[in-house]
């Protein structure tokens, strides 16, 4: 999304009030409401919320997005395209049904969630007018679109199997309620539409020139209630990309039409697209956001779109839904199991090391953003400071869990996480950082930047199946003596950690037994 970087005369300043007030209070010690957890704020702006005139924005149809790809089209604004292609956007029952799988994502992110209904694109604009003016975006967005909803009709049909012989089960057991409601359930999905919604900028936002634009500056106006709705929803967009609910796609790399910098600029050169990358990692699950740079050499062009192929699920109601998506039409290790995990599956190489970051705290974001281009004046200072806001009011958001979960880190960056948590006051719970790619060296960088003010309340922190080693129990056993992490119960750590010594592990035990820990 480049909706700053678009054009100067475009009045794109941020109302950032409920987010100045989010961080007052979580200045003050208080719990923010958890907007990013829960479906107000998103159903507010689609919509769903029954408020007068048009909603804030409006939400693409995948399935929509994948035909215009294939017929060559260029799509225009938001305005035109609700006149010439109403087709374009999402039903209300569609929209409902998304943001409900955003919900139950964001609910503890149970990992049989995967691939919810509201995916989120990140790209950079190649004209201050026209994001796509030869329809070369949508083009690279559409093979994409297609694998994830492929995946969706697999997973559609993996919780219909599990239903079934559940309710088998159950009723061989004699017990017919059970039975009839796993089956109902069964039946919900596969009433479900595969199709999902997507938001990108330039066609789900009010385009033009603010209604009080100089007559010189040529380009169409939005009205007076197109003008106040865009603002309403660009206040809030960060709501989008750091809620743990949607799924960010990243086309970091642009389209070969572009060129190597096309627009003038790399995905890692623009300042917003720097801003929604950072805030799309600070309480996502696992795989919550996705770089789709190398997309190109995961599968062959002419198998991509795949339109004319029938689905491979052998559920029939559910091919019938899926209509030109085909789960067969990329390489996966998963076959009918999936495409989520696997040496081979197009996920699990989506969502190699290198595709992740860790959260960076507002005042190392600062410093980074210092570096990046802007096509509007003054927008580093106004970034950094949204990014503040949006960082503490997340982080703050988070009282009984918050899991960073198998996203595989650079080990130089767990020193950032441990300043960042900082911002974590309300955490009680547990926090997870297991399987992220902690070594020796990222657990001495974590444990050094620990401070008695980091994590106060928390009570559960694990570590486990990670490459620890004798350094990490020393590390960890270090911060226990000093007294850091005040309030922990237990510290988990054994789960597949075969690289650590069990003369460290007897070192960590004891550390562990002398603050009256449980390790695990």
Request: charged letters at 25%.
């Amino acid at each position: 999304m480049d909706h700053c970087d678009s054009a100067p005369s475009v009045n794109t300043r941020p109302r950032a009030h409920h987010l100045e007030v989010a961080a007052a209070r979580a200045a003050a010690g208080k719990r923010p409401s958890p907007r990013y957890f829960t479906s107000t704020g998103l159903g507010t702006l689609l919509g769903l919320r029954g408020l007068a005139g048009p909603p804030a924005v409006r939400l693409l149809s995948a399935r929509f997005l994948v035909s215009a790809a294939t017929k060559g089209s260029v799509l225009p604004r938001r305005q035109d395209l609700e006149v010439t292609a109403p087709e374009a956007y999402c039903s209300y029952d569609v929209v409902r049904q998304c943001l409900d799988e955003a919900v139950v994502v964001a609910d503890r992110q149970p990992k049989d969630a995967r691939f919810p209904g509201l995916v989120v694109v990140s790209y950079c604009w190649h004209g201050h007018r026209q994001p796509d003016p030869d329809g070369a975006l949508i083009r690279q967005l559409a093979p994409i679109l297609t694998w994830y909803a492929a995946e969706r009709v697999k997973r559609f049909h993996r919780t219909v199997a599990r239903c079934e012989m559940d309710a088998e089960r159950w009723e061989a057991r004699g017990n017919k309620l059970k039975a009839d409601d796993l089956r109902k359930t069964s039946q919900a999905f596969v009433a479900k539409d595969p199709d999902f919604a997507v938001f990108i900028d330039y066609w789900s936002l009010f385009q033009g020139l603010e209604p009080g634009a100089p007559p010189d500056r040529e380009g169409p106006r939005r009205t007076a209630v197109e003008q106040e709705a865009f603002e309403m929803a660009l206040a809030q967009m960060d709501l989008f990309y750091a809620h743990s609910g949607t799924t960010v796609v990243r086309l970091s790399q642009q389209p070969p039409e572009w060129g190597p910098r096309g627009g003038g600029r790399t995905y890692s050169d623009r300042g917003w697209c720097t801003f929604e990358l950072y805030a799309s990692m600070l309480v996502k699950n696992w795989s919550g956001t996705l770089d789709v740079r190398d997309w190109q050499h995961l599968c062959p062009p002419e198998v991509r779109l795949a339109p004319d192929k029938p689905t491979a699920s052998s559920n029939k109601a559910l091919a019938a839904k899926a209509g030109t998506y085909d789960p067969a039409a990329h390489r996966d290790g998963g076959g009918e199991r999936g495409d989520w995990r696997g040496p081979c599956g197009t996920l699990d190489a989506l969502l190699g090391r290198g595709s992740r970051v860790a959260p960076i705290h507002p005042d190392a974001f600062d410093r980074l953003i210092a570096s990046k281009e802007f096509s509007v004046p003054g927008d580093h200072n106004r970034v950094g400071q949204l990014y503040r806001q949006v960082a503490v009011a997340v982080l703050a958001s988070a009282g009984e869990w918050l899991s960073f979960e198998d996203k595989l880190w650079d080990p130089s960056q767990f020193a950032e996480v441990a300043r960042t948590v900082v911002l974590c006051n309300n955490l009680e719970g547990f926090l997870g950082l297991g399987n992220t790619g902690m070594d020796d060296a990222g657990a001495e960088a974590f444990c050094a930047a620990l401070t008695p003010t980091t994590l106060p309340k928390l009570e559960l922190l694990s570590i486990s199946n990670n490459p620890l080693g004798a350094g990490a129990a020393r590390a960890f056993a270090g911060a226990l003596h000093a007294g850091m992490l005040p309030r922990l119960k237990k510290l988990y750590f054994k789960y597949r950690t075969l690289t650590m010594p069990k003369e460290a592990i007897a070192e960590l035990e004891q550390a562990c037994f002398e603050r009256n820990v449980e390790p695990l």
